[in-house]
């Protein structure tokens, strides 16, 4: 089993950063990736992000391309997410997720939950002025 903690969460203006941090603890060595989905009110939870932990290759949904990075520390088995230039519509609560075999589409909005083994609680981004 993987535990995964995020945190890094709150609110901002519009046009403000944040980063994101997932810690995973566990069975560490099944994690072959680490993504980022998010829920919006009342919308489901869709693909935001991801990395390979072997090599460091990243996907990225086109809503946050050139506006998110995705880094990772493997010696500290943490994950980060930086997200700038925010928008409202970017409002939503925000999960880490891991997999033991990443077997991910590059379109990233066709990204399901099943396609993920384990799962954050969730850590919420409020975008508002």
């Known amino acids: 089993q993987v535990q995964l903690t995020e945190s890094g969460g709150g609110s901002v203006q519009p046009g403000g950063s944040l980063r994101l941090s997932c810690a995973a ?24 992000a991801a990395i390979y932990t072997n090599g460091g290759g990243t996907l990225y949904a086109d809503s946050v391309k050139g506006r998110f990075t995705l880094s990772q520390d493997n ?9 700038s230039s925010l928008k409202h519509e970017d409002t939503a ?5 891991a997999d033991s075999q990443c077997i991910l ?3 990233v909005y066709t990204w399901q939950v099943s396609d993920f083994d384990y799962w954050g609680q969730g850590t919420q981004v409020t975008v508002s002025s």
């Not at 609560?93 to 997720?97: G, I, L, N, Q, T």
């Open 105 to 107: 589409s590059l379109q």
């Open 75 to 83: 010696s500290k088995n943490m994950a980060y997410l930086e997200m």
């Open 25 to 48: 603890t566990g069975m560490i060595d099944n994690r072959k990736c680490m993504a980022w989905f998010r829920q919006g009110p009342g919308k489901e939870r869709e693909g935001v």
């Open 93 to 97: 609560m925000y999960y880490c997720a």
